[in-house]
């Protein structure tokens, strides 16, 4: 056997000679140069795994003495102990070399199969969770004989890793047992006790991966097996350049060896959620059974499920530095930790030799346990072990005492010092800046310092220590004091002080300390002066009772004040050491001296505290109008608990923006999550309409937090009592302003949850719930349309905006007075398509990621702000984004020299909206009573300070925006800037007052304008939360055609045509009680949709129509019909053509004013009496005559004076219909002559003018008094150049014919005054809502809003615009009525198939009518899991162009195969030729012609080969989302076992299994956000047959399919290649293959062009079918369009 030749050789000899033999003996090429001499180079693995060139030898293995062995180590176990090998793997990178060598069977690949549980409440429940879900696998064990199995449950976020690592047994019984940091940024020991560190723990090995530096011939020609993880990552961890052979338990340092394992259990923290994770396998080959890794994962939870965090423990560091020195652990700078994801083959990237890792970040801070005598740390042990803490060097008794103080703080876990210079604090400050633990701050202003040390206790959740001189220096932190007592945050004070001779002396910096802080601490002690005559264990009990009162409930700020006498340096002076006695144990162990143990409750205490929670449960399970109020929330798992809270009792939240559920950001894959969790986010505005104060009234109120920002939030409660008014907070202070709260809980909310989660809550009163949100939609919507509709830079906007800063690793510090209540009011949550969320989240009941505030609500001051949020950075080790008001900046400027000082935290953004004074005052009753110059001088303190100049004497980043657009670029910039940052937000008070009043006008209005639609309705109280009126029937639409007596002014005159006509359609929409409604569709050829492409969506919407629910929603408007169509029909509102969807409002609309017996008018607008001017203005709506000027001035304006007479007091003229402006200027001037000055004149240029002609008629006609000049220019870049060279008013009209998907932005620039006018067809717009937006925009902005009726044709009464707004009678004229059309049904029959070997009994389904044997047919095959019943409301839709056939393909869905009787016993196969073989008879079957093709995926694949061999019955092909295949040998072999591995794995778990894996996937996260995503993954249960699915999977596989590149280049066959905008893996191939159908081997590219299309679909991905089917419905029409005309062009192509 082989020898490696570089290991490091070892004698069994002590430490010292085995370090100095190691130096002598290693190669001197061993530090620098190491090589594999195995087929898996060294070179390429690190540059796979991205490691940096080797470091030199381990030196740990040269420290443990007794353990050595010649050329290894073994590892020495106790006798209970195991090292948990788990199942050997190759990998974890794939050594392609021997892939190519390997027999074809040689290459095995496992498949692990991940089940996620429902996230848990805490540590302890997912455990549970977890034993619970391994416990029913073993009752029902995998019946086959090797497999990876993994369970996954969410757990709360907060660190937790490191803490349950140092809990373990000292003598373990199971190993590898690890801790690995996530800190990457120069990590420190000192770092693990500053702030909680996130990380990884581990133990045991489910799954390993070893790979000696040699293998012998017999190791490389066994096959190779590798585990696949694909679609859900697993992270495997490990080392480099070790060698540990887990049945001997040796461990040899070799070049080029490695050994990476998963393990048994994990625990992983991301930024927003942990994973706990059980992993198991077994091999029965490889002698570990399912029996045998059942038995090794219960040893592993067995010791970790005893030694755990407890949910019910408040975390301390000291149980760190306690573990870390009692495990056998040595540090070592040189080793390396490498995590990485286990290997993904579908990412492999054949070009390259090695499998492309998505990460191999290393890190440099773990602490690793091989065994109980063997472990390894990195930045881990530095100061915590090897202190040989001695007291008796310390020169004088001062030095004892401080230091006694120091040490004493580290031991309890306190190590953030923030020191203020002074000289009787010396001792302290020494003691502290050298201590090895200890991390210190400084500044010279005592008051930001001590707000610093509150912020840091607030991001850390443990004391800071401030260190304080005497005198006004300790007078100083009262400011920072009060603000902690209040909000119960823990702070530790150590202040100087002269001792007691000195008192009342009238000695320098001497005053009264003692209880200076008076009732704001919680604990109060004076030592005495420093002696040797006390036992210095006096002061070691003195801080431990401190400690113990600041960090139990009531936490908060405590006090020891340290008298000191000289000498205050290190001057020495003797001291006696008998003060130390009783000290030995303590001075010997890292333990603090008293130790506050907390006893849980008895069983007795239990059933005590059940008994008093019953009343409480009596009430929340009798509720009827429920509410949750989240106040402030201080960490993370809080916050997780509150969602587990809101979940399950299902009543609406209001959240608090200091509850960290305000900014949540909506994951997109989960667009049912509001569903789920009714958040109100806009009651507070909602409650300035007194109609929604009368209407809401809460009988129960759970309050979780204390305080509440929003003052009508707590006006509310005060107006709801008396009801049952619930408090819940773990500390036991009355927080009660409005004196309701009837039962007060003192428990922590994850305690207060747990005990809610063990009873069932009803939910009642779902027409309210529906109510509720319904008004907080429109209300938000208001807001929302305000703040962007205004195009300068506001204080709401700047609100409105900040969650688009933040990310899952970021943290928000507000300020208060206006900068708290403006991102509560109008602070907005986001939805997010970029998922930073781990995969685990894919079946979370909280796919949201919600966002830590925080803010000093204690007292609400306004100083010490800034320095508060630098240290609320470093406690809680997140980027944070401090918003404050100018006048908060400039009270604590003194804390920006705080930034400039070392110290490990991340980058902070300060946003300081500066309005040169305090605006608060400018909202409140006194600026409406008080002279305008007392105002300025008194209350807001008007200044003119520059604060770019502050921050350049601080040397801090500083950028002023003063627009939008800058204020964006500022933030992204900065996200990205590495440094700290100021933000000045240039604003006027004045102006903002003015703003706020305007967003608390319109939110008030539209809360009544909500409420009065809905309580028209008589809503039945069991409505679901979708406030669903009734189901649809059915739909149904007509074709009119009406004969014109004149050319319509859209188009221009055809002279050969005597006879003109308007077509269109009705739809006619019957709902479930009768009434119908009535919409019209009549597109216009100038536009982009003509009647064909609009007939095709109505036929498409035939099928979604019926059985789909009419929200009572929908006429609010305001967005209520997009998220409809999107929720309900699963379509992209902004795919549906204008005229479509402007007719499909209307019938809906009209539906529901006949259901209850209304009017469309006052279904939108109800009447009451604040509406009375409304209805009146909606009767004497001006209605415009129209005229053609291409005639004579005198006859133009003869047909003007006529419709005068008719009584029209408004005209519009068509004008630029002539080449010469100067002749339609003599139209206008004789028409104005003629009607006179009363009459409104307009006129439109319908785009037809260059500017030149534009400017020469203005010119002409300046002196006519036009309204406005509807659109007078070619280019809409030159319309407000005109505006202001003509000084004409110009009303807009085709210009926003585009503005359907973002009007708001592409309306900004048109803000301009002379644009007057704007123009709204609600058929070229999109319908209602579209045009209420656009209107609400125009007179937000003073201009007219014009609505036009051109495309209502009037042949239904109540359908033009100007009936439809008097009345709505209406009646059908039959005489102008073509044809009705109604949803085809489908026909569904089975065609038996013949092959060679087997028959087929394919199940069809068929749409569309047989013309005759030459007509269209349109073949869909659909894709793996699929079936033919997904295609069919696109064959509803195309069936008016083709017949329309759809198959479940063989394997699939009914599809079924049976073997001739001849070979009964022969295995089917279902690869490629055999099914195109199938398809093919069956073509012959269905006709004797050609067949056009459509395929998905998989289908597309069998599309695309049969169009390349069977081109005589292949017309043309559509290519969907596919592939000619993988091109590459290697991949092939490695997606075929790929794909063998998933097809066991569906046989062995099962299809629901098997799809919840496969749809985790990376290639379906476009999909997961779609609506009916569930119903989609539901529709891939119905397959008869989960074998012949399995076969279909394997003999399919892309692996085994013969590569069609090569053959692209000789296509003949029209080709379409559809593929979605977010399929980016699929875009690359598709542009791959026109590339290659653009080029044949004779080179006549141009030809070749034509044979070949490219579309791509937007706003979807992978399943562009699915997703968004409308486009491609469009695409396949034309597509098909073309093939018959190329068809009819050449006929012998038909064959």
């Given at each position: 056997m082989?020898?490696p030749?570089?290991?490091?050789?070892?004698?069994?000899?002590?430490?010292?000679?085995?370090?100095?033999?190691?130096?002598?003996?290693?190669?001197?090429?061993?530090?620098l140069?190491?090589?594999?001499?195995?087929s898996?180079?060294?070179?390429?693995l690190?540059?796979?795994?991205?490691?940096p060139?080797?470091?030199?030898?381990?030196t740990?293995?040269?420290?443990?003495?007794?353990?050595?062995?010649?050329?290894?180590?073994?590892?020495?176990?106790?006798?209970g102990s195991k090292v948990?090998?788990?199942?050997r793997?190759?990998g974890?990178?794939?050594?392609?070399?021997?892939?190519?060598?390997g027999e074809?069977?040689?290459?095995?690949?496992?498949?692990?199969?991940?089940?996620?549980?429902?996230?848990?409440l805490?540590?302890?429940?997912?455990l549970?969770?977890?034993?619970?879900a391994?416990?029913?696998l073993k009752?029902?064990?995998p019946?086959?004989?090797s497999?990876?199995?993994?369970?996954?449950v969410a757990?709360?976020p907060s660190?937790?890793a490191?803490d349950?690592?140092?809990?373990?047994?000292e003598s373990?019984?199971?190993f590898?047992v690890?801790?690995?940091?996530?800190?990457m940024e120069?990590?420190t020991?000192k770092?693990?006790?500053?702030?909680?560190n996130r990380?990884?723990?581990?133990?045991?090995?489910?799954?390993y991966?070893?790979?000696?530096a040699?293998?012998?011939s017999?190791e490389?020609t066994?096959?190779?097996?590798?585990?696949?993880?694909?679609?859900?990552?697993?992270?495997?961890?490990?080392?480099?350049?070790?060698?540990?052979?887990t049945?001997?338990?040796?461990?040899?340092r070799?070049?080029?060896?490695?050994?990476?394992f998963?393990?048994?259990?994990?625990?992983?923290e991301?930024?927003?959620?942990s994973?706990?994770?059980v992993?198991?396998a077994w091999?029965?080959g490889?002698?570990c059974?399912?029996?045998?890794?059942?038995?090794s994962?219960?040893s592993?939870f067995?010791?970790?499920?005893?030694?755990?965090y407890?949910?019910?423990e408040?975390?301390?560091?000291?149980?760190v530095?306690?573990?870390?020195?009692?495990?056998n652990?040595?540090?070592?700078k040189?080793?390396?930790?490498?995590?990485?994801?286990?290997?993904t083959?579908?990412?492999?990237d054949?070009?390259?030799?090695?499998m492309?890792?998505?990460?191999?970040p290393?890190s440099f801070?773990?602490?690793?346990?091989?065994?109980?005598?063997?472990g390894?740390?990195?930045?881990?042990?530095d100061?915590?072990?090897g202190?040989?803490?001695s007291l008796?060097?310390?020169v004088?008794?001062?030095?004892v005492?401080?230091s006694?103080?120091?040490?004493e703080c580290?031991r309890?876990?306190l190590?953030?010092?923030?020191?203020a210079?002074?000289?009787?604090?010396?001792p302290?400050?020494v003691?502290?800046s050298?201590h090895?633990l200890i991390t210190c701050i400084?500044?010279?202003?005592?008051?930001?310092?001590?707000?610093?040390?509150l912020?840091?206790?607030?991001?850390?959740?443990?004391?800071?220590v401030?260190?304080t001189?005497?005198g006004?220096?300790?007078?100083?932190?009262l400011?920072?004091?009060?603000e902690?007592?209040?909000?119960?945050v823990?702070?530790?004070?150590l202040?100087?002080?002269?001792?007691?001779e000195?008192?009342d002396?009238?000695?320098?910096?001497?005053?009264n300390q003692?209880?200076?802080f008076?009732?704001?601490?919680r604990?109060?002690?004076?030592?005495?002066?420093?002696?040797d005559?006390?036992?210095?264990?006096?002061?070691?009990?003195?801080?431990?009772s401190a400690?113990?009162?600041?960090?139990?409930?009531?936490y908060?700020?405590v006090?020891?004040?340290?008298p000191?006498?000289?000498?205050?340096?290190?001057?020495?002076?003797?001291?006696?050491?008998?003060?130390l006695k009783?000290?030995?144990?303590?001075?010997?162990?890292?333990?603090?001296?008293?130790k506050?143990i907390?006893?849980?409750?008895?069983?007795?205490?239990?059933?005590?505290?059940?008994c008093?929670m019953a009343e409480?449960?009596?009430?929340?399970?009798g509720?009827?109008k429920?509410l949750?109020?989240?106040?402030?929330?201080?960490?993370?798992?809080?916050?997780?608990a509150v969602?587990?809270?809101?979940?399950?009792?299902?009543?609406?939240?209001?959240?608090?923006?200091l509850?960290g559920?305000?900014l949540?950001?909506?994951?997109?894959?989960?667009?049912e999550?509001?569903?789920?969790i009714l958040?109100l986010?806009?009651?507070?505005?909602?409650?300035?309409?007194?109609?929604?104060?009368?209407?809401?009234?809460?009988d129960?109120?759970?309050?979780i937090g204390?305080?509440?920002?929003s003052?009508?939030?707590?006006?509310?409660?005060?107006?709801c009592?008396?009801?049952?008014?619930?408090l819940?907070?773990?500390?036991?202070c009355?927080?009660?302003?409005?004196?309701?709260?009837?039962?007060?809980?003192q428990s922590?909310i994850?305690?207060?949850?747990?005990?809610?989660?063990?009873?069932?809550?009803p939910?009642r009163?779902?027409?309210?719930?529906?109510?509720?949100?319904?008004?907080?939609?429109?209300?938000?919507?208001e807001?929302?349309?305000?703040?962007?509709?205004?195009?300068?830079?506001?204080e709401p906007?700047?609100?409105?905006?900040?969650?688009?800063?933040?990310?899952?690793?970021?943290?928000l510090?507000?300020?208060?007075?206006?900068?708290?209540?403006?991102?509560?009011?109008?602070?907005?949550?986001?939805t997010?398509c970029?998922?930073t969320?781990p995969?685990?989240?894919?079946?979370s009941?909280?796919?949201l990621?919600?966002?830590?505030v925080?803010?000093?609500?204690?007292?609400?001051?306004?100083?010490g702000l800034?320095s508060?949020?630098?240290g609320?950075?470093?406690?809680?080790?997140?980027?944070v984004?401090?918003?404050?008001?100018?006048?908060?900046?400039?009270?604590?400027?003194n804390?920006?020299?705080?930034?400039?000082?070392?110290?490990?935290?991340?980058?902070?953004?300060m946003l300081v909206?500066?309005?040169?004074g305090g605006?608060?005052?400018?909202?409140?009753?006194?600026a409406?009573r008080?002279?305008p110059r007392i105002?300025?001088q008194?209350?807001?303190?008007?200044?003119n300070?520059?604060i770019?100049?502050?921050?350049?004497?601080?040397?801090?980043n500083?950028v002023?925006?003063?627009?939008k657009?800058?204020?964006?670029?500022a933030?992204?910039?900065?996200?990205h800037?590495g440094?700290?940052r100021?933000?000045?937000?240039?604003?006027c008070?004045d102006?903002?007052?003015?703003?706020?009043?305007?967003?608390?006008?319109?939110?008030?209005?539209?809360?009544?304008h909500?409420?009065?639609?809905?309580?028209?309705?008589?809503v039945?109280?069991?409505?679901s939360?979708?406030?669903?009126i009734?189901?649809?029937?059915?739909?149904?639409y007509?074709l009119?055609?009406?004969?014109?007596?004149a050319?319509?002014?859209s188009?221009?005159?055809?002279?050969?045509?005597s006879?003109?006509?308007?077509?269109?359609?009705?739809?006619s929409?019957?709902l479930?009680?009768?009434?119908?409604?009535?919409?019209?569709?009549?597109p216009?050829?100038?536009?982009?949709?003509?009647?064909?492409?609009?007939?095709?969506?109505?036929?498409?919407?035939?099928?979604?129509m019926?059985?789909a629910k009419?929200s009572?929603?929908?006429?609010l408007l305001k967005?209520?019909?997009?998220?409809?169509?999107?929720?309900?029909l699963?379509?992209?509102?902004?795919?549906i053509?204008?005229s479509?969807?402007?007719?499909?409002e209307?019938a809906?609309?009209?539906?529901?004013?006949?259901?209850?017996?209304?009017?469309?008018?006052?279904?939108?607008?109800?009447?009451?009496?604040?509406d009375?001017?409304?209805?009146?203005?909606?009767t004497s709506?001006?209605?415009c005559?129209?005229?053609d000027?291409?005639k004579?001035?005198?006859?133009?304006?003869?047909i003007?004076?006529t419709?005068?007479?008719?009584?029209?007091?408004?005209?519009k003229?068509?004008?630029a219909?002539?080449a010469?402006?100067i002749?339609?200027?003599?139209?206008i001037q004789e028409?104005?002559k003629?009607?006179g000055?009363?009459?409104?004149l307009r006129?439109?240029a319908n785009?037809?003018?260059?500017?030149?002609?534009?400017?020469?008629?203005?010119?002409?006609i300046k002196?006519?008094d036009?309204?406005?000049?509807?659109?007078p220019v070619?280019?809409?870049?030159?319309?407000?150049?005109?505006?202001?060279?003509?000084?004409?008013?110009?009303?807009?009209?085709?210009?926003?014919?585009?503005f359907?998907?973002?009007?708001?932005?592409?309306?900004?620039?048109?803000?301009?005054?002379?644009?007057?006018?704007?123009?709204?067809?609600?058929?070229?717009i999109?319908?209602?809502?579209n045009?209420?937006?656009?209107?609400r925009?125009?007179?937000?902005?003073?201009k007219m809003a014009?609505?036009?009726?051109?495309f209502?044709s009037?042949l239904?009464?109540?359908?033009?615009?100007?009936?439809w707004?008097?009345e709505?009678?209406?009646?059908?004229?039959?005489?102008?009525?073509?044809?009705?059309?109604?949803e085809e049904?489908v026909l569904r029959?089975?065609l038996?198939?013949?092959s060679?070997?087997?028959?087929?009994?394919?199940?069809?389904?068929?749409?569309?009518?047989?013309?005759?044997?030459?007509?269209?047919?349109l073949?869909?095959?659909h894709?793996f899991?699929?079936?033919?019943?997904e295609w069919?409301?696109?064959?509803k839709?195309?069936?008016?162009?083709?017949r329309?056939?759809s198959?479940?393909?063989?394997?699939?869905?009914?599809s079924k195969?049976?073997n001739?009787?001849a070979?009964?016993?022969?295995?089917?196969?279902?690869?490629?030729d055999v099914?195109?073989?199938?398809?093919?008879k069956?073509?012959?079957q269905i006709?004797?012609?050609?067949?056009?093709?459509?395929?998905y995926?998989m289908g597309?694949r069998?599309?695309?080969?049969?169009?390349?061999?069977?081109?005589?019955?292949?017309?043309g092909t559509?290519?969907i989302s596919?592939?000619?295949?993988?091109?590459?040998?290697?991949?092939?072999?490695i997606r075929?076992?790929?794909d063998?591995?998933?097809?066991?794995?569906?046989?062995?778990?099962?299809?629901?299994?098997?799809?919840?894996?496969?749809?985790?996937?990376?290639?379906?996260?476009?999909?997961?956000?779609h609506?009916?995503?569930?119903?989609i993954?539901a529709s891939?249960?119905?397959h008869?047959?989960?074998q012949s699915?399995?076969?279909a999977?394997?003999?399919?596989?892309?692996?085994?399919?013969?590569?069609?590149?090569?053959?692209?280049?000789?296509?003949?066959?029209p080709?379409l290649?559809?593929?979605?905008?977010?399929?980016k893996?699929?875009?690359s191939i598709?542009?791959k293959m026109?590339?290659?159908?653009?080029?044949?081997?004779?080179?006549?590219?141009?030809?070749?062009?034509?044979?070949?299309?490219?579309?791509?679909i937007p706003?979807c991905?992978h399943a562009?079918?699915?997703?968004?089917?409308l486009?491609?419905?469009?695409a396949?029409r034309?597509?098909?369009?073309?093939?018959n005309?190329?068809s009819?062009?050449?006929?012998e192509?038909?064959?």
């Amino acid at each position: 056997m082989a020898q490696p030749k570089t290991s490091t050789v070892y004698n069994g000899k002590d430490k010292q000679t085995a370090a100095s033999q190691q130096t002598a003996t290693a190669p001197a090429s061993s530090a620098l140069s190491i090589r594999l001499k195995s087929s898996i180079s060294k070179r390429r693995l690190t540059k796979s795994l991205g490691i940096p060139k080797p470091s030199p030898p381990l030196t740990f293995l040269t420290r443990i003495s007794g353990f050595l062995h010649f050329n290894s180590i073994v590892l020495l176990r106790n006798s209970g102990s195991k090292v948990v090998e788990g199942v050997r793997f190759d990998g974890p990178v794939m050594d392609v070399d021997e892939i190519i060598d390997g027999e074809e069977g040689g290459l095995v690949v496992e498949t692990c199969i991940t089940r996620t549980l429902p996230p848990a409440l805490t540590l302890e429940h997912g455990l549970e969770s977890i034993s619970e879900a391994v416990n029913k696998l073993k009752t029902d064990p995998p019946s086959s004989s090797s497999g990876v199995l993994r369970f996954q449950v969410a757990v709360p976020p907060s660190a937790k890793a490191l803490d349950w690592f140092c809990r373990q047994p000292e003598s373990s019984e199971v190993f590898p047992v690890f801790f690995l940091s996530r800190d990457m940024e120069n990590p420190t020991s000192k770092s693990l006790y500053l702030n909680q560190n996130r990380g990884v723990f581990g133990i045991g090995a489910a799954v390993y991966f070893t790979h000696p530096a040699w293998c012998d011939s017999e190791e490389r020609t066994k096959p190779k097996r590798y585990l696949s993880t694909n679609p859900i990552p697993i992270t495997t961890y490990g080392f480099m350049d070790i060698n540990f052979n887990t049945e001997s338990s040796c461990i040899k340092r070799e070049a080029g060896s490695f050994y990476f394992f998963v393990p048994q259990i994990e625990l992983k923290e991301l930024d927003d959620i942990s994973i706990l994770a059980v992993t198991l396998a077994w091999s029965n080959g490889m002698v570990c059974t399912f029996e045998q890794a059942i038995q090794s994962f219960e040893s592993s939870f067995c010791q970790v499920s005893s030694h755990f965090y407890s949910s019910t423990e408040r975390y301390n560091p000291r149980y760190v530095r306690s573990a870390l020195t009692k495990f056998n652990m040595m540090e070592d700078k040189t080793v390396q930790m490498v995590c990485m994801n286990a290997i993904t083959l579908s990412r492999r990237d054949f070009g390259c030799d090695f499998m492309e890792m998505r990460e191999a970040p290393i890190s440099f801070q773990f602490s690793f346990r091989f065994s109980p005598t063997l472990g390894v740390a990195n930045n881990m042990l530095d100061n915590a072990i090897g202190m040989n803490y001695s007291l008796g060097d310390h020169v004088n008794i001062n030095a004892v005492w401080a230091s006694l103080l120091i040490e004493e703080c580290s031991r309890l876990g306190l190590t953030y010092f923030c020191i203020a210079p002074g000289s009787r604090s010396s001792p302290l400050a020494v003691a502290a800046s050298t201590h090895p633990l200890i991390t210190c701050i400084a500044c010279y202003d005592e008051r930001s310092l001590a707000f610093h040390a509150l912020g840091y206790a607030r991001g850390s959740h443990r004391p800071a220590v401030i260190i304080t001189s005497s005198g006004t220096a300790v007078s100083n932190l009262l400011p920072a004091v009060v603000e902690a007592s209040q909000d119960f945050v823990p702070v530790l004070l150590l202040t100087a002080d002269r001792p007691p001779e000195l008192q009342d002396a009238g000695a320098n910096q001497a005053i009264n300390q003692v209880n200076h802080f008076g009732s704001f601490v919680r604990f109060f002690f004076s030592l005495p002066a420093p002696t040797d005559q006390i036992p210095a264990r006096m002061i070691l009990t003195t801080l431990d009772s401190a400690v113990h009162w600041a960090t139990s409930s009531p936490y908060g700020p405590v006090h020891i004040n340290c008298p000191f006498r000289e000498p205050l340096d290190n001057s020495p002076k003797h001291w006696m050491s008998s003060c130390l006695k009783g000290l030995d144990i303590w001075t010997s162990s890292i333990e603090p001296f008293t130790k506050y143990i907390q006893v849980q409750h008895s069983h007795a205490c239990k059933s005590y505290t059940y008994c008093q929670m019953a009343e409480v449960l009596e009430l929340v399970q009798g509720v009827n109008k429920g509410l949750l109020l989240v106040g402030a929330v201080h960490n993370e798992d809080e916050i997780w608990a509150v969602l587990h809270l809101a979940r399950h009792i299902r009543w609406p939240v209001v959240a608090d923006i200091l509850s960290g559920l305000r900014l949540r950001k909506l994951l997109a894959s989960f667009p049912e999550t509001e569903q789920n969790i009714l958040f109100l986010d806009h009651l507070d505005h909602a409650l300035l309409s007194e109609s929604v104060k009368d209407w809401i009234q809460f009988d129960v109120i759970i309050q979780i937090g204390s305080r509440i920002t929003s003052k009508r939030i707590s006006q509310m409660i005060e107006e709801c009592f008396p009801c049952t008014y619930i408090l819940v907070d773990n500390h036991p202070c009355r927080h009660d302003p409005s004196h309701s709260v009837t039962h007060r809980i003192q428990s922590t909310i994850v305690q207060f949850v747990d005990f809610l989660l063990k009873v069932q809550v009803p939910h009642r009163s779902s027409k309210w719930c529906s109510f509720l949100r319904a008004l907080d939609m429109m209300v938000a919507s208001e807001i929302s349309f305000q703040i962007c509709a205004d195009y300068s830079l506001t204080e709401p906007h700047v609100a409105h905006e900040l969650s688009r800063a933040l990310t899952s690793n970021s943290a928000l510090f507000v300020g208060n007075s206006m900068a708290i209540r403006d991102v509560d009011m109008y602070g907005r949550n986001w939805t997010t398509c970029t998922h930073t969320v781990p995969d685990i989240m894919l079946n979370s009941e909280f796919p949201l990621q919600w966002i830590r505030v925080a803010g000093n609500r204690g007292a609400s001051g306004i100083d010490g702000l800034l320095s508060t949020a630098i240290g609320f950075a470093v406690g809680c080790n997140k980027h944070v984004l401090c918003v404050v008001g100018d006048i908060s900046f400039l009270h604590d400027t003194n804390g920006l020299a705080i930034l400039k000082q070392r110290m490990k935290r991340k980058p902070i953004l300060m946003l300081v909206i500066n309005n040169h004074g305090g605006a608060i005052f400018s909202l409140l009753p006194i600026a409406d009573r008080t002279e305008p110059r007392i105002l300025d001088q008194y209350f807001y303190t008007t200044h003119n300070i520059s604060i770019q100049n502050l921050c350049l004497a601080h040397g801090l980043n500083h950028v002023q925006v003063k627009t939008k657009v800058e204020l964006e670029e500022a933030l992204s910039m900065s996200q990205h800037l590495g440094t700290d940052r100021v933000i000045e937000v240039e604003s006027c008070i004045d102006a903002n007052a003015t703003f706020h009043s305007m967003l608390r006008k319109f939110a008030r209005q539209s809360a009544d304008h909500t409420l009065n639609v809905l309580s028209q309705f008589s809503v039945p109280d069991t409505i679901s939360c979708s406030l669903s009126i009734c189901k649809i029937c059915r739909m149904e639409y007509s074709l009119y055609r009406i004969q014109l007596c004149a050319p319509p002014t859209s188009s221009y005159i055809d002279h050969n045509r005597s006879r003109f006509c308007r077509e269109g359609f009705i739809l006619s929409l019957y709902l479930e009680d009768g009434s119908v409604g009535y919409g019209e569709v009549a597109p216009l050829e100038i536009h982009k949709e003509n009647l064909l492409d609009a007939e095709e969506q109505l036929r498409f919407l035939l099928h979604f129509m019926t059985g789909a629910k009419i929200s009572y929603f929908l006429p609010l408007l305001k967005g209520s019909f997009s998220s409809w169509i999107w929720s309900t029909l699963g379509i992209p509102a902004c795919e549906i053509f204008p005229s479509v969807r402007c007719g499909l409002e209307m019938a809906i609309l009209n539906a529901i004013a006949v259901k209850h017996g209304s009017s469309f008018l006052n279904i939108l607008y109800p009447l009451t009496e604040i509406d009375e001017e409304i209805s009146k203005r909606s009767t004497s709506i001006k209605i415009c005559a129209l005229i053609d000027s291409n005639k004579s001035p005198v006859e133009v304006a003869s047909i003007a004076t006529t419709l005068v007479e008719e009584g029209f007091t408004a005209i519009k003229l068509k004008v630029a219909r002539r080449a010469d402006p100067i002749k339609d200027a003599e139209v206008i001037q004789e028409v104005r002559k003629k009607v006179g000055h009363r009459i409104e004149l307009r006129v439109d240029a319908n785009r037809n003018w260059t500017y030149q002609e534009a400017l020469e008629f203005g010119f002409l006609i300046k002196d006519c008094d036009l309204q406005y000049i509807e659109e007078p220019v070619q280019n809409e870049e030159d319309i407000i150049k005109y505006c202001e060279e003509s000084g004409l008013p110009v009303a807009l009209d085709e210009t926003i014919d585009k503005f359907q998907k973002d009007p708001l932005n592409m309306l900004e620039k048109y803000a301009h005054p002379g644009i007057v006018a704007i123009v709204i067809k609600p058929s070229v717009i999109g319908g209602f809502e579209n045009a209420g937006l656009i209107a609400r925009w125009a007179q937000r902005h003073g201009k007219m809003a014009v609505v036009s009726a051109a495309f209502e044709s009037g042949l239904a009464q109540g359908l033009g615009t100007y009936q439809w707004l008097k009345e709505d009678n209406l009646q059908i004229n039959n005489d102008v009525i073509c044809k009705t059309s109604m949803e085809e049904q489908v026909l569904r029959y089975q065609l038996n198939v013949n092959s060679k070997d087997f028959c087929s009994f394919i199940k069809v389904q068929e749409i569309g009518q047989r013309i005759d044997i030459q007509e269209n047919i349109l073949l869909f095959l659909h894709g793996f899991l699929g079936t033919g019943e997904e295609w069919i409301p696109i064959m509803k839709a195309v069936s008016g162009s083709a017949r329309c056939i759809s198959i479940d393909l063989p394997g699939h869905g009914g599809s079924k195969m049976q073997n001739h009787v001849a070979k009964a016993t022969q295995e089917i196969t279902l690869s490629i030729d055999v099914v195109a073989d199938v398809l093919y008879k069956l073509i012959e079957q269905i006709t004797p012609g050609k067949v056009t093709l459509v395929g998905y995926s998989m289908g597309a694949r069998i599309a695309l080969y049969m169009a390349l061999r069977f081109s005589d019955k292949i017309k043309g092909t559509v290519i969907i989302s596919g592939s000619p295949g993988l091109q590459d040998n290697i991949a092939r072999k490695i997606r075929r076992a790929e794909d063998d591995s998933r097809a066991c794995s569906l046989v062995t778990h099962g299809l629901q299994v098997f799809l919840d894996t496969w749809y985790t996937g990376e290639l379906w996260e476009s999909l997961r956000s779609h609506p009916h995503f569930n119903r989609i993954v539901a529709s891939r249960l119905l397959h008869e047959d989960v074998q012949s699915l399995s076969k279909a999977l394997s003999d399919l596989s892309v692996g085994r399919q013969p590569p069609l590149w090569e053959d692209l280049k000789l296509c003949s066959t029209p080709l379409l290649i559809v593929v979605g905008e977010r399929d980016k893996k699929f875009k690359s191939i598709a542009e791959k293959m026109c590339y290659e159908l653009s080029h044949d081997e004779k080179g006549s590219d141009d030809l070749r062009n034509e044979i070949y299309e490219m579309v791509e679909i937007p706003n979807c991905g992978h399943a562009v079918h699915l997703e968004n089917p409308l486009p491609v419905i469009r695409a396949v029409r034309q597509f098909l369009t073309r093939v018959n005309q190329n068809s009819t062009s050449n006929p012998e192509s038909n064959g």
